[in-house]
C-alpha cells in the first residue's frame, strides 16, 4: 500500500525533505502543506529590505512547480495535529490522513519587548522585509540614529549583524553615513557570540568590524522597550538605560506556532513549543513524526546571562531534511539504518561590496574545526549561492550528487552520518 507523507511548511526545510523524499522513493505520496504560496529564499530577505532585490527575484510560486515532480500541494493553513490517529486539520476544516509527518513550518515569531511589533522593523518573512525597504527609503529622506539588534531569548543574530552591515554600505553609498550613528544592542554576552559561544574568531571579527565601520556595540544586556524614537534596555544589575533611534530593526524571539503546540507535549516542547526530537530528529514518542528546520528544539550551546538561543542555519537544515527523508524510506522498507545530520554550518554575512563567512564543522561545539574569510569575492560567493539554490529548488534537486562530493572533497563535510542510536538530544553527535 502507497505511504502518504505529509510535510507542513513549504520553506527551506520542507522543499528540502519532499525532494529528498522523492529521490529515495518515486512510490511515495508526498504532501505539502503551506499557507505561503510561494518558496522564498530566506538569507535573501536582508537583500529584499535594503531594496537591493525584488519579491519575484527570491521566491517561485508552489502551485506550478510541485506537481511537475509528483509532490501534492495544499495551499492552507495547518490547525491542528492529531498524533494518536495520524491526522493532520487543515484551516478550512478538512483533514489529511498521513503515515509521516514531518513538521517543517518554521517559527512563529515572538516580538517580546513592549513596542517591538509597532515601532520596530523585522526582515525574517519577505512581507516584513518589504515593509522595512518601505521605511528605509523615508529613513533616507530624514537619516537619525539606528538601533539594530535582538531581544532577549533571540536564537537567529545572523541576520542582525548583516542588516547593520548592509545599511552601512547603502548610507556611504548615499552619501549620508555622516548623519547616522549605529548601534548594535544584543542579549549575547558579546559580540561574534551568535547564539554558538562564537565560532572559531567570530568575536575578534565581529569587534574589529564594528570598529572599522564605527558601528557602537553594546552587548549582555535587555532590551525591554521600543519607542519610535528610542530603544529602552537593562544592564545585568537592572540599570535602566535609553539610546535614541530613528529607525530600529530588531530580531524576534522564535517559538513553535500554534499548530505544533495542538500536537501536545509530547510533540510540542512545553517551554517554547518547538518540535521535541532526537539526534536523528525523530519525536522520541510518536515515531512517525519528524521536525525539520527552525521549528525543531535545539538545546542552548550554554547558559548565557541574558538568555539565548542555537540558531539553525540553512546547511544544518539540508542536513536535516536528508537525515529525516532517509530515517522514513528506511523505515518504510523495513532497513534498521538510521541517520542523523552532523550539523555542519556555511554562514556567509553580506557587507554590501565584501562578506564575511564562516565554515563551522559541526557548528554545536566540540567542533573538528572552523575556517572564516571575509573578502570581495565572499560577497560574490553569496550572490552566486543566492541563484544555484533558487536553481535546485526549480529542478527538483536540493542535493545533487556532485555538491555532495564537493563538500565532502573542498570542505571535508558530509550532511549526515549513519547512526545506531538515536536516543539523544539533537545536535550531540552518533
Same mark, same amino acid.
Given at each position: 500500500?502507497?505511504?502518504?507523507?505529509?510535510?507542513?511548511?513549504?520553506?527551506?526545510?520542507?522543499?528540502?525533505?519532499?525532494?529528498?523524499? /522523492?529521490?529515495?522513493? /518515486?512510490?511515495?505520496?508526498?504532501?505539502?502543506?503551506?499557507?505561503r504560496p510561494y518558496f522564498g529564499f530566506t538569507p535573501a530577505f536582508p537583500h529584499l529590505a535594503m531594496g537591493w532585490r525584488k519579491f519575484e527575484d527570491i521566491t517561485i510560486p508552489l502551485a506550478p512547480l510541485l506537481p511537475k515532480f509528483n509532490i501534492d500541494f495544499v495551499n492552507e493553513a495547518a490547525e491542528a495535529i492529531d498524533p494518536e490517529n495520524n491526522k493532520l486539520k487543515l484551516k478550512s476544516g478538512a483533514e489529511l490522513e498521513y503515515d509521516y509527518l514531518v513538521i517543517a513550518t518554521g517559527p512563529k515569531l515572538v516580538f517580546g519587548?513592549?513596542?517591538?511589533?509597532?515601532?520596530?522593523?523585522?526582515i525574517c518573512t519577505a512581507e516584513h522585509a518589504m515593509e522595512t525597504q518601505k521605511k528605509l527609503e523615508e529613513f533616507y529622506r530624514n537619516p537619525g540614529p539606528v538601533v539594530i539588534g535582538a531581544i532577549p531569548g533571540v536564537s537567529c543574530f545572523g541576520p542582525a549583524y548583516e542588516f547593520a552591515f548592509m545599511l552601512n554600505y547603502e548610507l556611504v553609498k548615499r552619501n549620508i553615513r555622516h548623519?547616522?550613528?549605529?548601534?548594535?544592542?544584543?542579549?549575547?554576552?558579546?559580540?561574534?557570540?551568535?547564539?554558538?559561544?562564537?565560532?572559531?574568531?567570530?568575536?575578534?571579527?565581529?569587534?574589529?568590524?564594528f570598529a572599522e565601520k564605527d558601528i557602537k556595540y553594546i552587548t549582555n544586556v535587555k532590551v525591554t522597550k521600543i519607542e519610535k524614537d528610542k530603544v529602552i534596555y537593562e544592564d545585568l544589575d537592572g540599570n535602566t538605560y535609553e539610546e535614541p533611534a530613528s529607525l530600529t530593526m530588531f530580531m524576534p524571539?522564535?517559538?513553535?506556532?500554534?499548530v505544533v503546540a495542538s500536537a501536545g507535549d509530547k510533540v510540542a516542547n512545553p517551554m517554547n513549543k518547538m518540535v521535541l526530537v532526537n539526534r536523528c530528529f525523530q519525536n522520541p514518542t510518536y515515531g512517525n513524526i519528524y521536525g525539520v528546520g527552525v521549528v525543531t528544539a535545539i538545546p542552548p550551546v550554554e547558559k548565557t546571562p541574558i538568555p539565548t538561543g542555537a540558531p539553525k542555519t540553512g546547511q544544518m537544515i539540508e542536513g536535516m531534511a536528508m537525515a529525516v527523508a532517509l530515517n522514513i524510506v528506511n523505515d518504510i522498507h523495513n532497513s534498521p539504518d538510521r541517520y542523523a545530520p552532523t550539523l555542519a554550518a556555511i554562514c556567509i554575512a553580506d557587507m554590501g561590496k565584501e562578506a564575511a563567512g564562516f565554515v563551522a564543522n559541526p557548528v554545536i561545539p566540540p567542533r573538528a574545526w572552523v575556517k572564516t574569510k571575509k573578502a570581495g569575492w565572499v560577497h560574490y560567493l553569496k550572490t552566486a549561492f543566492e541563484k544555484y539554490f533558487l536553481w535546485k529548488v526549480k529542478r527538483g534537486d536540493i542535493a545533487p550528487w556532485f555538491e555532495e562530493k564537493a563538500l565532502e572533497l573542498f570542505l571535508h563535510i558530509k550532511p549526515v552520518e549513519p547512526c545506531r542510536e538515536c536516543e539523544g538530544s539533537p545536535g550531540s553527535r552518533c
Open positions: 500500500m502507497q505511504k502518504h507523507v505529509v510535510i507542513i511548511g513549504g520553506g527551506v526545510g520542507g522543499i528540502a525533505t519532499a525532494y529528498n523524499l /522523492r529521490k529515495l522513493d /518515486r512510490n511515495l505520496k508526498i504532501t505539502i502543506v503551506s499557507n519587548a513592549e513596542g517591538q511589533e509597532e515601532n520596530s522593523t523585522s548623519k547616522v550613528p549605529i548601534t548594535y544592542i544584543t542579549s549575547e554576552p558579546y559580540v561574534g557570540h551568535l547564539g554558538l559561544g562564537g565560532v572559531g574568531p567570530s568575536r575578534r571579527m565581529m569587534e574589529d568590524l524571539r522564535f517559538q513553535g506556532p500554534e
